[in-house]
């Protein structure tokens, strides 16, 4: 297991960028799919993003074209570029593994409020 640290977030205007960032206290070379997860007030969290160790990415509808996931085996790190940013992205953003390689634990998160 290892712990999740999300940073990155904050108060932005309808049309901005953020940068969000994820790091990992070991090795996420053997977390075969990470991902960026987001939760809004009153909705469910909802599984953004996602990229394979390979590099292969996922997005979902509502995000694709404007999100973009990275991530950096060697330095422990995922990262979420987020441009044109909308209110409806305002959520708590946290990283961690999808399916089998989600960690137990997850991160405080971090948040995102984009004003119109």
């Known amino acids: 297991q290892v712990q999740l640290v999300e940073s990155g977030g904050g108060l932005v205007q309808a049309g901005g960028s953020l940068r969000l960032s994820c790091r990992a206290s070991?090795?996420?070379?053997?977390?075969?799919?990470m991902g960026w997860y987001r939760q809004a007030p009153g909705k469910q969290r909802e599984l953004a993003a996602t990229?394979?160790?390979?590099?292969?990415?996922t997005y979902i509808d509502s995000v694709k074209g404007r999100f973009t996931i990275s991530r950096d085996n060697a330095k422990n790190m995922v990262y979420l570029q987020m441009n044109s940013l909308k209110p409806e992205d305002t959520a708590i953003y946290h990283c961690?593994?999808?399916?089998?390689?989600?960690?137990?634990?997850w991160g405080q998160g971090t948040q995102v409020t984009v004003s119109s």
């Open positions: 961690n593994g999808v399916l089998r390689w989600q960690q137990d634990s």
């Open positions: 070991g090795s996420i070379s053997s977390l075969t799919i």
């Open positions: 990229i394979s160790v390979g590099g292969t990415t």
